[in-house]
């Protein structure tokens, strides 16, 4: 596997904001002040990591670069590997063992991305059907959760942009919620690296900005059911059995 020294991690923390406050730091929940530990006696927040989807990695290559870009996360954000889970139903069994051997927690039931995010939790979904991520914010729909939650996956104005809207509101109704509420910022992608991280961004939920909302926003959220996606990209628990 491809390695990458000191420079390289910096460069991959620093466009995550896991090394580097953004801009409206003040604005934004999760930042240095949460992930950063020790030397300059500020107490920190510890961070979990969730990573669902990122493929076959023994036989695709964009999702090896992944992989080790995860690890370079963990290491960046100080997350001890043990508190980094990991699933994706593609997984094979000598896959399952590769992650288990570099620390990672191996999931062995298919979440479909229903997650609470009851601590601050870094989400690493590259490159995953919409359907994941409708399902992670339907799960935390909440101004007291959605603040909890760094994801690192593909830009939900990207998604937009390219759906029809009148499918995408009643299909992917949390991320067209979401979307105009969510910090995003895009991750620079080397050309040479397009197929492994186009269209990537780090997405948080400033607590400002969803208190704009109307509260009817939050009442009752129901369980996404994709009854009129024919093309859903999530494999879901019941098409395993
Ligand atoms: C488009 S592929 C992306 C793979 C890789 N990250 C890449 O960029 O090449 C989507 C991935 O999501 C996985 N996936 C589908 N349903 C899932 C689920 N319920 N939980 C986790 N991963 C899932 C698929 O198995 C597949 O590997």
């Not at 914010?137 to 759906?163: C, E, H, V, Y």
Request: net charge negative.
């Amino acid at each position: 596997m491809r390695t990458f020294g000191r420079t390289g991690k910096l460069q991959v923390a620093e466009s995550a904001s896991l090394s580097k406050p953004p801009e409206n730091k003040k604005d934004t929940e999760l930042s240095i002040d949460h992930v950063e530990k020790g030397g300059d006696g500020r107490t920190s927040q510890h961070l979990e990591c969730v990573c669902y989807g990122l493929g076959p990695f023994s036989s695709c290559v964009s999702a090896r670069f992944q992989l080790a870009m995860l690890l370079l996360l963990l290491d960046a954000g100080q997350i001890p590997p043990k508190d980094c889970s990991v699933y994706d139903p593609a997984f094979t069994s000598g896959e399952r063992d590769v992650l288990k051997e570099l620390g990672l927690t191996v999931l062995t039931e298919n979440e479909e991305g229903k997650r609470s995010a009851t601590k601050p939790t870094l989400f690493y979904l590259m490159h995953c059907g919409k359907a994941l991520y409708n399902n992670l914010l339907w799960k935390n729909w909440s101004t007291q959760r959605l603040p909890l939650m760094i994801i690192i996956g593909n830009s939900f104005n990207g998604m937009r942009d390219r759906a029809i809207e009148r499918e995408f509101k009643r299909d992917y109704r949390y991320i067209s919620q979401a979307v105009d509420v969510c910090e995003e910022r895009a991750l620079p992608c080397p050309s040479r690296l397009i197929d492994v991280f186009s269209d990537t961004a780090v997405i948080t939920f400033p607590s400002s900005s969803l208190n704009k909302l109307p509260q009817s926003t939050w009442t009752e959220p129901h369980e996404p059911q994709y009854q009129h996606c024919p093309d859903l990209e999530i494999i879901q628990r019941e098409a395993l059995s």
